[in-house]
């Protein structure tokens, strides 16, 4: 939002996996929104927020997880040179990962303090239960 100026709405989507059960419809979570089937801050081939973009940016096509490093099917991924800000984004992926494990925690904390509504969409996240209507 910073590097755009654009609100959280213009932003920001559900995370476009859903669950649906029993009356239920929810995502955990947001992504940035698409304008079709690329990222709404791509012009082109060029990033729009370069200098500010998120870590799931900054740090793709790695993630660390419970398994460990895992590199995504990426055509730019041996492009790079060897070292060319390797140590940035270990940097990067170890905060982004403690970031999301805390971001978890907190989504756990609220699915055990409140009931999931059933029959409207909703987005779970470290906030709370927000209604989605788009």
């Not at 370069?50 to 490093?69: H, K, N, V």
């Not at 060897?82 to 971001?103: H, K, M, P, S, V």
Request: proline share 5%; charged share 30%; aromatic share 10%.
């Amino acid at each position: 939002m910073e590097g755009s100026g654009l609100s959280f709405e213009e932003v920001a989507e559900p995370y476009p996996e859903r669950i649906r059960d029993s009356g239920h419809d929810y995502t955990f979570g947001w992504v940035i929104r698409r304008k079709g089937d690329h990222c709404t801050f791509l012009d082109k081939s060029r990033c729009m927020i370069y200098e500010e973009r998120p870590w799931i940016c900054r740090t793709y096509p790695f993630m660390l997880d419970d398994a460990g490093l895992s590199l995504h099917p990426c055509e730019g991924a041996g492009t790079m040179g060897e070292t060319e800000g390797a140590l940035d984004i270990a940097f990067d992926l170890c905060r982004r990962r403690e970031y999301e494990q805390d971001q978890e925690d907190k989504i756990r904390t609220v699915l055990s303090s409140h009931a999931i509504p059933a029959e409207r969409p909703v987005v779970i996240d470290s906030e709370g239960i927000k209604e989605y209507h788009g």
